[in-house]
């Protein structure tokens, strides 16, 4: 497309035009449409429909150093904890007027610490953070812009600003105790990715299962997660611990997968085999057996409710 032939961009100036005000009336209707008269503002909103404005926050930013965004770095795109996470997120954000700027980082400090540059070039007014290990550079970065930062999914013990985490240690302890409990001898753990955070769940495992005097199970995977690694995860398992009668998984898409592996294998859950899943998607209250209600009461006082999916 040649030069000559591209649309040109909307301005502040073609919206004051087209209604027959000036740019200071746009410009305040922009910032608070209440400020500006019932009709005006009719007028306005009809012309920003017509013509396809898009506000341009740049002056703003340089202006006042701030974008009326808040930066949210995501380890992962294929768990749906996240995205439960972002909404809830927005939810919040949306209603005080900053719009979310996403950021995938993979696991990956390096990857974060790129990110997070990204962000605060854009002069992102916070950032909030799903993990709590970062780069030299990473920290230095924010300690430099003095943006507020919340650090989320854990209970890091040197925080950075705030935190609003969970302790996965103790509530990964109460259901692997609350297993045990109920007569599970042979329970495996789980693992995938092997993040900070199925470490922290494998440490409650483990602390459980040695403090009953039984034997500790790990069955690990560097692989994401996946409702269909789960099948992989079983036989590992079964060929190693043939008198399996125990699952907790780092999460609930491996849990998942782990009850409908176990079914095809005609395996009974969970007269012959509990399996327990951690963060309390939705999808764990659709399958069946589903997730009893006792256990979730049982586990209050952790400060975070794994999910239990198929407990006896």
Known sequence: MSQANKKSRPTLEDVANCVGVTKMTVSRYMRNPDSVAQKTREKIAAAIEELGYIENRAPAMLSKSSSKAIGILLPSLSNQIFASFVQGIEAVTK???????????????????????????????????????????????IKNSGVPVVETMEMPSDPIDMVVGLDHVDASYQVVKRMIEAGKRSIAYFGARLDTRTK???????????????????????????????????????????????????????????????????????????????NALDIGQTISPSSPVSIRHVLKSARRVPSCCCQS
Do not use: W
């Open 200 to 278: 922290l769940r494998m440490q409650g495992y483990d602390q459980a299962m040695q403090e009953a005097g039984l034997q500790v199970k790990h069955v690990l995977t560097e692989a994401h997660s996946s409702f269909s690694l789960a099948d992989e995860l079983l036989d590992m398992a079964l060929r190693d611990y043939p008198d399996l009668d125990g699952v907790f998984c780092t999460n609930d898409d491996i849990a998942i997968g782990t009850l409908l592996s176990a079914q095809k294998r005609g395996i009974k859950v969970p007269s012959q085999l509990s399996v327990v899943g951690y």
């Open 95 to 141: 209603a005080n007027g900053y719009e979310t700027l996403l950021a995938h980082f993979s696991y990956d400090e390096l990857e974060e610490e790129r990110k997070i540059a990204s962000l605060l070039s854009y002069q992102v007014d916070g950032l909030i953070l799903t993990e709590s290990h970062h780069t030299k550079r990473t920290l230095q970065m």
